[in-house]
């Protein structure tokens, strides 16, 4: 019975390589637990939010696809002409019953199943993977449109060219699964593989941490080739002493900040009830005070980042260091490396046949 916490991986930085272990594709969605008990169906999230309302339609697909009694642990995605798009799946979570039917329609998710806790009577979770994913795969009928069963390989060299290959599909990149492992709620038995990369970016303000006590974020920018500076995201992640030493090293910057700020709009009262970038609350920040502080567009911070996903970073950041010997005007979008769509057919059909 929900809730269930699914289980965890822990990051690495190469494709792990050891005798047992199963690899799978590491999905950019949500991740979901599906409770089905007869005609009930529940779709539980990560942090024990039930998603079932937000996607109507693959309740009525699961209830096709899915035995009558079974917890499946997987993914919602939605897929587009390109690969996987985050942002038209975040916005599916809407709070207004018509609009989540409108979007049901026009943007409709699917499921993507990697893992079986339960069937009819059985507690599944104390078998190895292995086992698991045999049952799974005996369970799933993927006939139906937008169910899947997640590829999987025990050749570590298809893992990494899945890892290469289909990045600019949108996915995360590669998951290693011991095989004789249990399933274990809200453990690190797993080992997650991302991309990773780093770029020059402007430092062109910053938000203070929730307890008010040091620097808790950077807000970074980059231009076009118009000479447009555009909010790619922020860089994050400090320790306490590293935030209180950000205060002091940014202060200087303060100073007249805003007189020809490029963003100088969004510091105003206005923008922040709007919901304009980069100040705004909005629907997804959960109430959080998105408040910022500009300084002058004179730093450059080396940043780590995983993927781009519509000119922004997919995922916060991190701080490597700050550059003296580059100008803001040399950051331009130009040094991003977004890698070339793949098609997700390729990927869908590489290992169901037992590779």
């Known amino acids: ?70 917890v499946v642990d997987g993914e919602i995605i939605v897929v587009t002409g390109t690969g996987l798009d985050f942002d038209t799946l975040q916005n599916r979570l809407h709070p207004a019953a018509s609009r989540v039917k409108k979007l049901a329609a026009e943007t409709p998710a699917s499921f993507v199943a990697f893992d079986l806790l339960a069937l009819g009577d059985d507690d599944l979770t104390e078998k190895p993977f292995t086992e698991r994913r045999e049952l799974l795969e005996s369970i799933v009928d993927t006939e139906f449109a937008r169910v899947h069963l997640t590829p999987l390989t025990r ?28 399933y274990q709620q809200d453990k690190r038995i797993m080992w997650k593989v991302k991309h990773e990369r780093t770029a020059d970016c402007v430092v062109a303000g910053f938000r203070m941490h929730k307890d008010g006590k040091g620097v808790g974020s950077l807000l970074l920018g980059l231009y076009d080739d118009n000479g447009t500076l555009h909010h790619v995201g922020v860089a994050s992640s400090f320790t306490a002493a590293r935030r209180a030493e950000l205060v002091d090293e940014l202060e200087p910057l303060r100073r007249n900040a805003l007189d020809a700020h490029p963003w100088r709009e969004w510091a105003q009262a206005e923008a922040h009830e709007s919901g304009r970038m980069p100040g705004g609350l909005s629907r997804w920040s959960g109430g959080k005070d998105l408040s910022w502080e500009p300084v002058r567009i004179e730093l450059v911070a080396e940043v780590r980042y ?46 169901q046949r037992g590779n």
């Open 306 to 351: 995983e993927n781009v996903l519509a000119g922004r970073f997919r995922h916060g950041g991190r701080l490597v260091r700050f550059r003296p010997d580059r100008t803001p005007e040399s950051c331009t979008y130009s040094q991003l490396d977004e890698a070339v769509p793949a098609e997700l057919i390729d990927l869908f059909s590489a290992t």
């Open 155 to 182: 050749d570590p060299d298809v893992a990494e060219d899945w890892f290469t290959r289909f990045e600019g599909a949108g996915f995360d990149g590669v998951m290693a699964k011991p095989g004789d492992s249990p």
């Open 1 to 70: 019975m929900p809730p269930v916490k699914p289980m965890l991986a822990k990051a690495v930085h190469e494709v792990p390589r050891a005798e047992g272990l199963a690899y799978e594709p590491k999905w950019d969605g949500f991740r979901c637990v599906v409770f089905r008990d007869g005609d009930e169906i529940e779709l539980g999230s990560r942090n024990d939010r039930p998603l079932t309302r937000y996607f109507p339609e693959l309740v009525d697909l699961l209830a096709d696809a899915l035995p009558p009694r079974c």
